[in-house]
């Protein structure tokens, strides 16, 4: 079993362009997260879901958008990229019973320049 | 916003000797995890401890719980090389989970 796969691992984007992570599980996990990690700030959540065809807004939802099409996969996507947004972001799981353990991808790292 | 502040921010031992760090968070929660993540790497779950719960052990790992005071703690007892990671609590907010900053331990050899 993979786990939590992120596509792609790292990847150099100009101001304005757009491109879309993906984030694949194989272990049948209703809910599943997308978070960012800045130096010194811990994980924002950026997007969630807990379900396949739902989505939801977490704390830094700006500039990305996300979709839940097929239960193993999440995609977050950037429509125009600004400085800003470089980060790494990291996909996770979780069952689905609430609150239990997460289980984190490797993470993609952003540059936008 | 982030709930969980772990304190210190970053922490330097000599190997075999015991990591404290400290969790604080701001309202009630039902549970708080306690992750590891290595340098470049996602993050991974080390110890969930409910409410209800005072203490828990999970081999070198101790987790501590003061609902009264609103903070945690985490014991890795006998440091090896391998522990040097950032650590980070995480406290329950709806269906997410709130991240504080993390404590960067070092353990040199």
């Known amino acids: 079993n993979a786990g939590v796969t992120q596509t792609p691992k790292f990847r150099v984007l100009k101001t304005g362009q757009s491109m879309t992570l993906l984030c694949a599980q194989d272990?049948?996990?209703?809910?599943m997260y997308w978070y960012r990690q800045d130096p010194g700030m811990g994980l924002r959540l950026i997007h969630y879901?807990?379900?396949?065809?739902?989505?939801a807004k977490g704390e830094v939802p700006d500039g990305y958008n996300v979709s839940r099409l097929k239960k193993q996969n999440f995609l977050l996507g950037l429509e125009s990229a600004a400085p800003s947004q470089t980060s790494v972001y990291f996909c996770?799981?979780?069952?689905?019973?609430?609150?239990?353990?997460?289980?984190f991808g490797p993470g993609t790292r952003l540059l936008v320049l | 916003s982030q709930q969980g502040e772990e304190d210190p921010q970053a922490l330097s031992i000599q190997e075999g000797e015991n990591a404290t760090m400290n969790c604080s968070y701001k309202?009630?929660?039902?549970?708080l995890q306690w992750y590891r993540q290595n340098s470049g790497r996602g993050l991974v779950h080390l110890i969930l401890?409910?409410?209800?719960?005072r203490e828990k052990h999970s081999g070198r790992l101790r987790v501590t719980l003061d609902t009264s005071k609103k903070s945690s703690s985490l014991l890795i007892t006998a440091s090896r090389a391998a522990d040097t990671a950032s650590y980070f609590c995480?406290?329950?907010?709806?269906?997410?989970?709130?991240f504080g900053a993390g404590t960067t331990v070092t353990v040199r050899a």
């Open positions: 996770a799981t979780e069952l689905g019973t609430r609150l239990e353990t997460q289980y």
């Open positions: 995480a406290t329950d907010d709806d269906y997410k989970l709130s």
């Open positions: 272990m049948n996990h209703e809910y």
């Open positions: 401890i409910r409410s209800n719960e």
């Open positions: 879901s807990v379900g396949e065809g739902t989505t």
């Open positions: 309202t009630s929660i039902n549970n």
